[in-house]
């Protein structure tokens, strides 16, 4: 049956019960998380800086990406994937859910989209580095990298653009790793993220809220199986069309169904 999405957001599902949330609506965060925004600041630096200053990592990852329906339902879509990188200029990263299984691979000159499941792929000349292929898949292909913010050089300005709140929530615990618990409001989104303790500073949890969406939808990403330096893969660049793959154009690709990030029986609808 065709669901009809009012609206889509990023998101993560917490599974919550009622008297949990009974009790949580009126839970006021102690003045000491907002006296810790320097230190909240801090830590986000420390991580920027971490995660710039790595010339080769990978990771594994699970996200959940939250819709709305015009009845106020809220559905979570789930997917698995893969990052690798090598800066300045190279990356390949995979995702897969229960309606598509895509690749996308730059090698500092051509970025290549294959749809794994559909056998086919595009190619499109972007020279640059990661950050200018990070912006162009954002801002021109609406096809945007998993925690595309936080691979940037930059990624601390990224994150502090048009923050007007900064909380310190101490500490949580992601995966088995024990993590320093931010939250950052601005005017559209608010940010939670997940740093893990110690000298290995990397995203654990990354939370984007939306402001602006009634139920607030979210979209969340896990981060697993960090790796850095000698032990990522950071020779598996180039592109080899699997066989059989057909090559076709981006604008072909962009009207495919299952290709984005509705699967074909999700009708958009409403504003």
């Known amino acids: 049956m065709t669901k009809r999405v009012g609206t889509l957001a990023r998101a993560a599902s917490a599974g919550v019960s009622a008297l949990a949330i009974a009790l949580l609506a009126g839970m006021a965060i102690s003045p000491n998380a907002v006296a810790g925004e320097a230190e909240a600041k801090a830590l986000l630096k420390a991580m920027s800086t971490y995660m710039a200053e790595q010339k080769a990592l990978s990771f594994e990852y699970d996200a959940t990406l939250e819709i709305v329906t015009r009845d106020k339902q809220k559905l979570a879509l789930a997917s698995s994937g893969a990052v690798a990188l090598s800066r300045p200029d190279k990356i390949r990263a995979t995702r897969s859910g229960g309606f598509l299984d895509t690749e996308t691979v730059f090698d500092g000159k051509t970025l290549t989209l294959l749809g ?4 086919i792929y595009t ?3 972007i020279p640059g580095s990661i950050d200018h292929l990070v912006d162009e898949l954002k801002d021109k292909y609406n096809r945007p990298l998993p925690a595309a913010d936080l691979l940037l050089t930059n990624a601390y300005d990224e994150l502090m653009s048009g923050v007007v709140d900064v909380k310190d929530l101490g500490s949580g615990v992601i995966g088995g790793t024990e993590c320093d618990h931010l939250a950052f ?4 989104v608010d940010l939670q993220i997940w740093i893990a303790q110690g000298d290995r500073p990397y995203p654990c949890r990354y939370v ?4 602006l969406v009634a139920n607030a939808p979210q979209y969340s990403i896990q981060i697993r199986n960090w790796k ?3 032990d990522s893969a950071a020779d598996a660049f180039s592109f080899k069309a699997p066989p059989g793959a057909r090559q076709v154009d981006l604008k072909d690709l962009q009207k495919m169904k299952d290709m984005g990030e509705l699967p074909s029986h999700f009708v958009m609808g409403g504003k």
């Open 228 to 230: 850095t330096g000698g």
């Open 123 to 125: 190619q499109v000349d």
């Open 185 to 188: 409001r601005k005017r559209e």
């Open 116 to 119: 794994k499941n559909k056998n």
């Open 208 to 211: 984007i809220t939306s402001r």
